[in-house]
């Protein structure tokens, strides 16, 4: 395939391979030379061999062949003659960004202009990327989602340039024990729940035959549970409207859903989690419970065959909610004295910085595809609707929204992939985006991935032109799982990267995940992948956005709203990209990022007992 | 993907759409060479999918990459298999 004279000069500097057959005496064009994109598949395949000595692109044109060659054939030296010399040119450039630049030994550099108090740090080995980060982030560059106060109260910007658009405040009651009883009432650090509360949540659903509430302690983490649907926390509003005020957070226990039908088929089967709890879930993850947390259990049983139909998972959410709503009307009564720790959250636009977006794409495919949008309550389902019911089309709404719960998510597809609704009430990148003084957040965007790709485009046209009326400088868009929604992922970044507008992406795609499709703008992609193999691992929260993907993600939107160039990626996954990015932004900000751990440290700890076992024995 | 030994093994196939729900698809390989049922998330169409509709797709043949029996999963796996048969509402 020949190229042209643009591409010619794009890619002056990879190797010039003939793309068919040529006489001897032919001068050398664009169009005999075969596009370099391809190369690298032809290498892998074995059809060609690159010599040492082979020609670049630029040095050859013009050059006239002193003998035939076949196609596929890299020029030498030997092979042309009257080629110009590129790399006397080309020694000259690099030595001129060497002025600014020092080289380290793994290809990596590192450039220091202390001057015009910025660091520019270029980001080597394939994935390359610029970053430009004002000198001031060094001086508050910790952040960690819990000393959020101290955080807010130590920033130092002149108040002119900040409004306070809204402030969440989270009062946590600490639970270390849950019984049932009579009644729905905290007692002290004691969570009492009503224990026929299951026949009417039994009642309350059409769809539901019979639903088990079961609390689970750390010693019970061994034992068997159905597919895990959704993590969730308990929370309830004090003040205000969701996305304000002051919510009240039960600490040390979350609500698990699980469920199957009649037949025992589990409710979303695909990529199911059934099996032992502590073998399935990656605990710790933003979505995920943590470890030592008691988890109330509900087993919901839906009507045969419902569970791939969008009312079963809904009923079986439903059920599930009528006795979290009882919990959330208990924890309205407890008393004030009970809170252990605040949160402070606010969301404050900075009006001299670079203004940026954050979209989420959520699915909307159909049955456990789908999320509740608007809960009156955090996390709840009355009030809400289903983002299906609403087109899939994108809804805007605050980072606050986000951390107030305002999404209640069905979705399923792959456990390791899937954003519980914990998640979202704990989302690493709306935290990171919202106490980034660099940047100003202006808003989220919740965007479906609905089945056809006629209804994909069309969902995906209107993000274009919400995001247009925004007038923003920087736009990160992330997705959960992968399969179709990576059509409208890519159609997404591109409906904003069309508009000029600097965007990231954001998804698991690694080995089994792989995009399907993509685009010019889809130049700077952060991989959420944890899994050794690159794949789907069914661990429940392996592979979701992480706090160190969130910070790759900044860094890498700063770096191409600062106009850096961001090279290509390795052909195949590795993560020594990823590990190589987190250590350049370590040294440029002097911040120790944590790095989670992966499926490994549940096979050790599984092994580990085993071997006690055997010993026992 | 490195365990297997015949990697670039990949078949054109088609098949037909036999059964479809809000969260999955069945497509049934031309020649009746076997089903597979699929997230409707990894089926990838133009408009809504139908039952009946031709889809096409590229497939290496599996390959035995490890010797060991997984017994868990295989016990779990059968047991889905065995209730969703007896659920006799889904293929």
Known sequence: MAI????????KDSYAITCCRFEEGTVIEPSHIEDPNLIPDLEESGLIEIPEDCLKIGEVLGATLKKTVDALTPLTPDLVEGYTKLEETSREEIEEIDKEVSVNEDESTERHEKGINNIKIQIGEGKDINIEIPFPVITSSAVSSTPITEEIKGEKSSPEEEKELRRLTRKYFKIDKVEFGHETKIDGTTLIIREDAYKEAIDSQELVVDMKVDIITPDRYNEFSNTIMDVQPIATKEEGELGEGITRVLDGVVMLVTGTDEAGVQIGEFGSSEGILEENIMWGRPGSPEKGEILIKTDVTIKKGKNMERPGPMAAHKATDFITQEIREALKKADESLVVRKEEFVHKRRLNKKKVVIVKEIMGQGAMHDNYLMPQEPVGVLG??????LGNVPVVVSPLHVLDGCVHALTCIGPASKETSRHYFREPLVLEAMLDDEIDLAAVVFVGSPQANSEKFYVSKLLGLTIEAMDVDGAIVTTEGFGNNHVDFASHIEEIGKRGIPVVGMTFAAVQGQLVVGNEHMDAMVELNKSEEGIENEILENNC??????IRALYMLKAKMAGEEILPPERKYGKDVILNNIRLIEKATDRKIELVDNETSLKISQNRRNEYEKDAE | MDKLNFISSERYYEGIIIELTDGSVVIDLNGRMGQLRLPRRMLICQNEPKEGQRVG??????EVIDEE???????SAK???RKRIDSGNII
Do not use: G, R, S, W
Not at chain 2, 57 to 62: A, D, E, G, I
């Open chain 1, 4 to 11: 042209t004279k643009e591409q010619a000069m794009e890619h």
């Open chain 1, 384 to 389: 809400a609707k289903a983002n299906v019911d």
């Open chain 1, 545 to 550: 956005l992480c706090q160190e993907d969130a």
């Open chain 2, 57 to 62: 797709f590229l497939m290496t043949y599996p």
């Open chain 2, 69 to 75: 029996i997984n017994k868990n999963y295989l016990k």
């Open chain 2, 79 to 81: 047991d889905q298999l």
